[in-house]
């Protein structure tokens, strides 16, 4: 007994003395950078960032026990830190969370950057303009369904009184999700209910992906390896996720076999081939349909529903982007990809509301070297790197006015797309300043407006995104005139699941627009 105390008392001595050397030393070379001792992402307490950065600085430290975090709060940074993938890479903690929900072989979670290009190259191949106007149809037939239940549900309430609000986060949520899984399975998920003609095995699924997003970061032990996995309900979303992986494996076994009525982004995955010829294996297959169930409608319907709120709050914008509609396309044209290009107002607003309601708000890489940033900033290894999206896309820094929702910020758009095409090893060259005159024009800089991140790790669905996006509101401006109820609490945007939602619900008057 005496020798296993001791034993113990000596692990936790040395234990203790390696943290303060490892915490010491670390410090020391993080000297000269501003910053808080009030904790780091990804960890308690969580900080109030607009306020450190108000007292510290747009790049300034935070330190959780013996973490250190680097809040990068400059254009010029952000862009370095996410065009350099060898570096600054996934591989920590809150992306190991997010593998439990993905899968470790999803182009979110896969941490190994060689791997993740490989990946990419092939499910790349499912996002080409050409294959993206093959699901356009997919995105009119079930706006028809989205815009059929509003009709119905516009009448006067079941009490006699007058018209009740619209649930729109919801009936959103469900809309895009049918949308992915007819765009990228095949499969009639009819989430939105409109369907009476539904498998069983549909309906499992969907219970499946909601059982294994089930709450997952809104709880301390979902950041510990093992203790999220023995708590309730992390047991309850392992297994879920594992029946869902069972489930997706029979579906590709059926395409494979020759059960693809109708080609989709699962069709195009299975037959693509990489340079030699090779193929993604079952494992990655399944991951990526995961990815695309998850990633593929949260976010879409959460920028609708921040789209259709903002433009309740502002009726000119709305009736400015309903006339416009109504003008190149008339009251009752069939929106298609080429039309809905010619929509530029209706683009610039779109744009504006990811701007002021990203659907992430922040990004972390970890730093994997003693490096120095863009020549001025070393950043020791092991540093987290937090990208704050939300503070970037509000900042007045960069943007003029930016507290206004103002479409027309976008007319003077000169975003520097220099990134994409510049090597990773050079420090990127630019003016992170703006050009603020009294007509609100001003140069847009790439890394303040992060809708879709930067670099090689970008969305890789954003064109899906946003195609999506443009189809909905044509087709639901065409028929309605949104307004905010005047009892309506004030929303916000609430992380849960794996993005950034509007909370409380959305709830919308939705009456039928007249010419």
Known sequence: MVSILFILVSFLVLAVSYVWIWRSNNEARFTHVKGSSMGAPMGPPEPDYNKLADQYGEVFKTRF??????????????????????????????YKLFADMFGPEGLVTIRDVDHHKYVRNIVAQAFTYSNLKLYFPIFVEMGKRLVINWSAHSTTSAKGGDKEPVDVIHDLEMCTLDIIGRAAFGVDLNASGTNKVTSKGATHLRNLLSDSCMGLGESATDYLPYARKVTARGKKRAQAKKDLD?????????????????????????????E????????????????????????????????LYTLAQHQDIQDKVAEEVTSKLGENAVPTPENVDTLRYLGKVVK???RVYPAVESLDRMCEEDHMVCGTLLIPKGTLCHIPIKRLHMSPKYWYKPEEFNPDRWDAEMINTSSSSSSSSSSPSFDDGINDNKDGQHTINAGAYLPFSLGVRNCIGSKFALLEIKALAVMLLQKFVFTLP??????????????????????????????
């Open 65 to 94: 026990l013996v973490w250190n975090s680097i809040t990068c709060g400059e254009p010029e940074m952000v862009r370095y830190v996410l065009t350099n993938e060898h570096i600054f890479t996934k591989d920590f903690m809150g």
């Open 276 to 307: 030699s010829g090779g193929e993604l294996p079952m494992g990655t297959l399944s991951d990526q349909c995961v990815t695309f169930l998850v990633a593929g409608h949260e976010t879409s319907s959460s920028a609708l529903a921040w789209l």
């Open 246 to 274: 069972e489930e997706l494996v029979r579906l590709i076994n059926r395409k494979k076999e020759g059960d693809n009525e109708k080609l989709d982004l699962l069709d195009i995955l299975i037959s693509a081939k990489d």
């Open 486 to 515: 005047p009892d309506h609490p004030a929303v916000k945007s609430v992380f849960e699941g794996a993005t950034f939602k509007p909370r409380p619900y959305i709830k919308l008057n939705v009456t039928p627009r007249i010419a």
């Open 352 to 354: 504006e509301v990811q």
